[in-house]
């Protein structure tokens, strides 16, 4: 998850920690098909990626997204790590403008999030199947490179293929509708880490999640929602690592 307003953290936090209860707690040695999950893979979550953000969320904005950098010659705080990628930087989708919630930044990984993020991915190179790095609120939709062009990937039928399935899993658990497919189509977003994990470290898999719902409610999802949506992501996920 790459994002920090509270309720987004509601929506999105949540989802992970409900999937890591699965695969650790309630799940493991309890359900064949979760057990061999963790028995073949190593899962690497990161529920919380922009900590300052975070906490801001708590004191001020509930709905802050940048980080809280204090940007030089300007009385507009912060950065967005999701902006400050090398794919694509600077690009439609993004802002040089440091007032605005896209903000890029100076240059492609000048923030520590975003070096992190790079930097745990790096680490494992070679051996990394799938990233979801992000899954937050709000649209439904489930979205995979390019976000920076409209132009297809090489590999784009396997990705959609891949993504068609956790899709089908996802909506037939409630019937929640999904809109899925290649992200600059719905959203242009340059610099973005779906991007990078596939361009530079060679992810096919890679992929955005947007959580509940579709904007009557946007990033105040009500709570009663919370765990409907954790419950079908993680039937999405499921059948999309097992169809990998």
């Not at 992970?16 to 493991?28: A, H, M, N, Q, V």
């Not at 891949?162 to 509708?177: D, F, R």
């Not at 509940?212 to 009663?224: E, K």
Request: aromatic share 12%; charged share 20%.
């Amino acid at each position: 998850m790459l994002e920090s307003g509270l309720q987004r953290l509601l929506a999105c936090g949540s989802s992970t920690r409900y999937i890591k209860e699965k695969l650790i707690t309630t799940g493991y040695g309890s359900y064949p098909e979760i057990t061999s999950l963790v028995d073949q893979y190593d899962w690497k979550f990161v529920p919380i990626a922009n900590p300052d953000g975070y906490a801001y969320t708590w004191n001020t904005d509930r709905n802050w997204r940048k980080n809280r950098l204090v940007n030089n010659e300007s009385t507009c705080v912060g950065v967005d790590a999701n902006r400050n990628f090398p794919i694509g930087f600077a690009g439609s989708g993004s802002s040089s403008d440091p007032c605005s919630g896209t903000y890029h930044g100076i240059a492609a990984f000048s923030e520590r999030e975003a070096s992190a993020f790079r930097d745990l991915i790096a680490a494992d190179r070679g051996r990394v199947k799938t990233t979801i790095s992000h899954m937050h609120s709000y649209s439904q939709m489930f979205l995979s490179p390019y976000g920076y062009t409209t132009d297809l990937p090489a590999e784009y039928p396997e990705m959609f293929r891949a993504m068609e399935i956790a899709v089908n899993a996802l909506t037939s658990t409630y019937g929640t509708p999904y809109t899925y497919g290649n992200t600059a189509v719905t959203i242009l977003a340059s610099g973005d880490t779906t991007d990078h994990y596939y361009e530079n470290e060679g992810v096919v898999y890679s992929y955005t999640i947007e959580l509940r719902d579709s904007g009557t409610y946007g990033f105040q999802l009500p709570p009663d929602q919370i765990v409907p949506t954790a419950t079908e992501t993680w039937n999405g996920l499921k059948a999309m690592i097992n169809a990998i």
